[in-house]
């Protein structure tokens, strides 16, 4: 069976709750069909969530990792490009922590791109009315930590691949106030399972 690790994170920066943990779970309930789906959640911790990471990659070796993640400027569902190795934050993660132009992988590539056709994932998503973009930053923050080790795992084992999702507030978020963009549930939760089918109906036909 083809399987899928999907990941969402817990709450962060004031945030009551986090978009991309209400996703990941429904994908995950809700299954796909011929897919093995695992939940996971990550920790909004730069020291913590590499490792995270490897032990659920080591425990599973997934065929596929969709990672998520909340984007309150977001304003529709962005497919994340590439990972920068550097993390930089003012506001700190959920440790504290604030790092300052820190490499991730001192003397590692610059950047690291998804392998996943991501023009096409996103025409996948669009067809089925959802608003989708690719994004060629996912930030310095923690979300860009994890896709970097997850993409850097992927080099490791090129059987998998990974993608990274920045998601807007979901309608009626606790914290979504009356300008902030958001979007249904739903929609984001068929956008998820969309990218989930198209990747696996091509790795099929192979
Ligand atoms: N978003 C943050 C980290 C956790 C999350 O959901 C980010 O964009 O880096």
Request: charge should be negative; include cysteine.
């Amino acid at each position: 069976m083809f399987r899928v690790l999907i990941i969402g994170f817990e709450p962060f920066g004031g945030y009551s709750e986090n978009s991309s943990w209400a996703v990941a779970e429904k994908v995950a309930a809700c299954g796909v069909e011929g897919v093995d789906i695992t939940l996971a959640q990550m920790p909004v911790s730069f020291g913590r969530v590499a490792e995270a990471l490897r032990g659920q990659v080591e425990h599973l070796c997934p065929d596929l990792i969709v990672m998520l993640g909340q984007s309150a400027a977001a304003d529709r569902v962005k497919l994340e490009r590439v990972a920068l190795n550097m993390m930089d934050s003012a506001v700190g993660d959920n440790d504290g922590y604030c790092p300052n132009e820190e490499p991730i992988n001192k003397g590692g590539e610059s950047a690291l791109l998804t392998t996943l056709p991501i023009k096409s994932l996103r025409s996948a998503i669009e067809a089925k009315g959802v608003r989708a973009k690719i994004s060629n930053s996912a930030g310095l923050y923690v979300c860009n930590r994890l896709y970097y080790e997850a993409l850097r795992m992927c080099k490791e084992s090129p059987y998998m691949q990974a993608i990274f999702i920045h998601l807007p507030l979901y309608e009626g978020h606790p914290s979504a106030k009356s300008d902030t963009p958001t979007l249904p549930l739903e929609e984001m939760i068929l956008a998820v399972q969309t990218l989930i089918r198209e990747i696996y109906d091509k790795k099929r036909e192979i």
